[in-house]
């Protein structure tokens, strides 16, 4: 069993209004897992808070209830919410927990199906607690394991599938389409017609790819004024329009006029002949800025909002069908993490076999020494070499076998005999068995 | 025994291309993602490397140029054509070509494996400098048609995509247009002038030597052919400058018409161990 659980709520299971009182800052999400860490059972723990999700993955060393203690901190953080905490909460423990965070790194599990952003939030959280510098750490072998296989993981789907492929939005479909017609976006020239909320996206996702100009032309100078000073442009008078439109490489239309603003004799006129360089236009306006036929201009790349809709819908489509996939490649990885999780058992098994078996090694070689008295420092150190050769020999077998046994999942029977055939003691077991005997105490006094 | 070399180093080279081509199939499947086109792009280096030791263990071998002799032409164009490739490393995602002009590289050097890369015993009117260098021009004329075959093929294909509002894998790896053009542009370019000055230097020694040109010649007829092709396709590529699509496909038909012309000549003309 990995004795790892996870509490969290996300876009799945809660509105916006509720995921926000679940938020937590770097300096709350450090001080939750110290105050778990000290009060309750938790031995590691990590806290990943993004937009879209607030997930408390924690670990425990003993068999204290994990769920249960996450649960209330989440609740505690939350407050008091109509109807409750309960039905915004989903947990996940053992083999379910680390599948979660797989499928949450590789973004199965995000709002935009396969974006990559969150595998960079998943390296900020994990991070975060890794780096702290808290009196104990509060990231251990086995957070550590679950959290590094989770990133390598996202990268393999991201690498192996075309989960993360195609762009997933309007505005990245935008700057996709600007980058495979130009090349880079630098020293191209972009000019928005209008001011809607998309082409500010578009311009934005396009700004970030470094475009050298922007012309901003609507009906209404001062809102074309405000849009440009917001990314360095140059407000363009509306009557001026089919000027600017030779400089640009990049046409963005989001009016909100109820009849064609760009007609194909406008367009003609307004270049003045046919173009020599590529002219990319997004009409993103409903009813459309553009007229269809300009699209058959040569050297216009024209595109309407149906148009890039189908696009994003097609390449959510593609990065679906990547889920068996992705799913195969999950489902390996949880089955090398538990493979990994079980070795951790037989660690302390072997440590106590080793020594018990060495403790003995040491009285058989008392008893020797008094039997012959009289043996030189030399030759008792090469009986003492000799007996150290032997044990190691003769528990080298039994300990490969138990290694491969538990990597075949026959862990837990063959961990039991090896403990009674050599009187090893179970440690938590033991540590249990002593708790009861204190709380017969307690209940006698 | 350095037959033999010659034949192991080109036989490597060979797998190495071979190498390459499946590593920018696979990368074609993904999408152009991960580190597959530059795998691609460092395999055809590496074969190109031993291309280049190959010709050179040829020429120490045989004592002479590998510009002779149906095999060691080809050997030698193929290894234009992949030094061209190289030469796309500058415009970054334009190197993709790769995965048109391997195959090209793939096949010319298997003919020439084939038809056996030995020196030919061709009487030749004149030999020395001045016949390589019209050898070597007009070779790498042709590298330069084939790198604007490969660029305006890709051209093509993306134009195609982006006109059919398509966003898929082939999308993904085929690189921007502009980039493209400029691929297509410089190959046609640079194999125009180099063929031109092949042509004039073949035409000079040709009639220093003989006094006249045999028109005949099917080495004559094809360059002559060849010559009016690229004039074709740069003068289209000019005219059509507000349309670019008409000029990538001048550039893909022209280079169609000099591999046929070039099959058929060698079919119902030239002959046997001759490179036409």
Redo the contacts between chains.
């Keep these: 069993m990995i004795p790892v659980a996870v509490v969290g709520v996300s876009h799945k299971t809660a509105p916006v209004g509720v995921r926000e009182r679940f938020s937590f800052t770097n300096a709350e999400a450090l001080a939750l897992l110290e105050s778990l860490r000290d009060y309750s059972g938790m031995t590691e723990g990590v806290i990943l808070s993004t937009c879209h999700r607030t997930e408390l993955y924690v670990c425990s060393g003993s068999d204290f209830d994990l769920i249960d203690s996450a649960v209330s901190a989440l609740k505690r953080k939350a407050g008091d919410l109509v109807g409750g905490t309960d039905q915004y909460l989903y947990h996940y423990s053992g083999m379910q927990a680390a599948e979660h965070l797989y499928k949450v790194t590789a973004g199965l599990e995000s709002l935009v199906f396969g974006e990559a952003e969150i595998q960079g939030q998943v390296k900020e959280a994990y991070n975060l607690i890794r780096n702290s510098s808290t009196d104990r750490p509060l990231v251990g072998p086995i957070l550590n394991r679950l959290f590094q296989s989770a990133l390598a993981v996202g990268g393999r789907i991201r690498s192996e599938t075309p989960v993360g492929q195609g762009a997933a939005s309007v505005a990245s479909v935008a700057a996709g389409l600007a980058r495979k017609i130009f090349g880079g976006l630098e020293n191209r020239t972009v000019m928005i017609l209008g001011a809607g909320s998309t082409a500010e996206l578009v311009v934005e996702s396009m700004e970030r790819n470094g475009i050298s100009e922007l012309l901003v032309s609507n009906r209404c100078l001062g809102h074309a004024q405000k849009l440009a000073s917001r990314f360095s442009g140059r407000a363009v008078h509306f009557t001026e329009m089919s000027f600017s439109l030779k400089e640009a490489d990049i046409l963005v239309a989001s009016t909100s006029a109820p009849y064609t603003l760009v007609t194909l004799e406008g367009f003609r006129d307004a270049l003045g002949g046919f173009r020599e360089k590529p002219l990319l236009i997004l009409d993103l306006a409903m009813p459309r800025d553009i007229e269809a036929e300009v699209g058959g201009e040569p050297n216009v790349f024209l595109y309407n909002v149906d148009d890039l809709k189908e696009i994003v819908d097609d390449n959510l489509l593609n990065r679906k069908a990547s889920i068996p996939v992705a799913h195969d490649i999950i489902n390996e990885s949880v089955s090398s993490f538990l493979d990994w999780n079980q070795t951790l058992e037989i660690v302390p098994v072997i440590k106590d076999l080793r020594e018990s078996w060495d403790q003995e090694r040491k009285n058989q070689l008392e008893w020797l020494w008094k039997k012959l008295p009289d043996l030189p420092e030399d030759e008792k150190e090469v009986v003492s070499g000799f007996s150290k050769r032997l044990i190691n020999k003769l528990l080298h077998e039994p300990v490969s076998r138990l290694k491969k046994g538990v990597g075949n999942g026959k862990g837990e029977d063959f961990l039991e005999a090896v403990r009674y055939l050599h009187d090893i003691q179970d440690l938590a077991s033991e540590s249990a068995e002593d708790s009861e005997d204190d709380s017969v105490l307690g209940h006698s006094d | 025994m350095q037959s033999t070399e010659v034949y192991l180093a080109h036989f490597v080279s060979l797998i190495l291309y071979i190498g390459s081509l499946i590593v920018w199939l696979r990368s074609l499947v ?2 152009g ?2 580190s597959d086109p530059a795998v691609a792009f460092g395999l055809a280096s590496l074969g190109v490397l031993i291309h280049v030791y190959a010709l050179i263990l040829f020429t120490y071998s045989y004592h002479q140029l590998p510009l002779t002799g149906i095999g060691p032409s080809l050997s030698s164009l193929a290894l234009v054509i992949g030094l061209a490739l190289l030469g796309t490393i500058v415009f ?2 334009g190197r993709r070509v790769g995965i048109v002009v391997i195959p090209v590289i793939i096949l010319l050097e298997t003919v020439a494996v084939v038809l056996g890369v030995e020196p030919s015993f061709e009487v030749m009117d004149f030999q020395g400098a001045w016949f390589s260098l019209h050898v070597m021009m007009a070779f790498v004329g042709l590298g330069g048609m084939t790198l604007s075959f490969a660029a305006s093929s890709l051209y093509v294909i ?1 134009l195609g995509e ?2 059919n ?5 082939l ?2 790896f ?6 493209l053009d400029r691929i297509s542009r410089v190959g046609l370019v640079t194999g125009f002038v180099t063929f031109t000055l092949a042509l004039v230097l073949g035409w000079f020694w040709t009639i220093s030597f003989r006094q006249s040109l045999d028109q005949l010649n099917p080495k004559v007829m094809w360059s002559i052919m060849t010559w009016f092709v690229f004039f074709g396709v740069l003068l289209t590529r000019n005219l059509s ?4 699509q008409r000029g990538a496909w001048a550039s893909v038909l022209g280079f169609a018409v000099i591999v046929m012309s070039y099959i058929a000549l060698r079919i119902f003309v030239s002959t046997r161990g001759f490179f036409l």
Excluded at chain 2, 165 to 169: C, D, F, I, P
Excluded at chain 2, 241 to 244: A, D, E, G
């Design positions: 993904k999408g993602r991960g970054g995602e993306q982006l006109n509002k398509r966003m898929g894998r999308f993904q085929t690189p921007p247009l502009v980039t400058r507000m349309k670019p």
